[in-house]
């Protein structure tokens, strides 16, 4: 019965001693889905913008292989026409950013699992051909991301970006 005892209380201290992100690591069966978009902010330095105004929408979807992304600043205005005027276009392809690619995961770290997607697709070219790095953890129903540094396409500085999602019904 000691033992046994003994065996208990030598688990317990093992586990309490164990790194929080340890006992809630993210699996990259977790990040299947389609989750839609929080909040986005870009951090470059003491900076932090919003490079989508604060009312962000969109969605990423991430399949076993595949991520797609699509973020919009909501507040964006309709264009007058189906035909974009110069004006408009421009307006347009500041206020979103897409793109899609494969991706693989790698170890867990204290940031979440971490994921790299080759960029094959985008709205902008200058992300075309990058690998864009995300550390991702899973929280409830929401996920947790960050960038180590990555181009944002509507300013063109490399920066930390961070966004918040919620799994989408």
Same mark, same amino acid.
């Given at each position: 019965?000691?033992?046994?005892?003994?065996?208990?209380?030598?688990?317990?201290?093992?586990?309490?001693? #164990?790194?929080?992100?340890?006992?809630?690591? @993210?699996?990259?069966?977790?990040?299947?889905?389609?989750?839609?978009?929080?909040?986005?902010?870009?951090?470059?330095? !003491? /900076?932090?913008?919003?490079?989508?105004? *604060?009312?962000?929408?969109?969605?990423?979807?991430?399949?076993?292989?595949?991520?797609?992304?699509?973020?919009?600043?909501?507040?964006? &205005?309709? +264009? #007058?026409?189906?035909?974009?005027?110069?004006? !408009?276009?421009?307006?347009?392809?500041?206020?979103?950013?897409?793109?899609?690619?494969?991706?693989?995961?790698? *170890?867990?770290? +204290? !940031?979440?699992?971490?994921? @790299? #997607?080759?960029? *094959? @697709?985008?709205?902008?070219?200058?992300?075309?051909?990058?690998?864009?790095?995300?550390?991702?953890?899973? *929280?409830?129903?929401?996920?947790?991301?960050?960038?180590?540094?990555?181009?944002? +396409?509507? @300013?063109?500085? /490399?920066?930390?970006?961070?966004?918040?999602?919620? &799994?989408?019904?």
């Amino acid at each position: 019965m000691n033992k046994i005892l003994l065996v208990i209380a030598a688990v317990a201290l093992a586990t309490a001693g #164990a790194p929080l992100y340890a006992q809630h690591q @993210t699996t990259k069966d977790q990040l299947v889905g389609t989750w839609k978009v929080l909040n986005l902010k870009a951090i470059n330095g !003491e /900076k932090v913008s919003h490079p989508l105004g *604060d009312q962000v929408a969109g969605y990423v979807t991430i399949t076993s292989d595949r991520l797609w992304l699509l973020f919009v600043d909501s507040t964006r &205005k309709a +264009p #007058a026409t189906a035909a974009l005027t110069d004006t !408009e276009a421009v307006a347009m392809m500041k206020s979103q950013v897409a793109w899609t690619g494969k991706y693989s995961t790698a *170890d867990q770290t +204290p !940031e979440g699992i971490k994921l @790299t #997607a080759h960029v *094959d @697709t985008a709205s902008s070219q200058a992300i075309t051909g990058n690998d864009r790095v995300y550390f991702m953890r899973v *929280d409830g129903d929401k996920l947790m991301v960050k960038s180590p540094g990555v181009i944002v +396409p509507m @300013t063109g500085e /490399k920066s930390v970006v961070e966004f918040e999602l919620v &799994k989408a019904e």
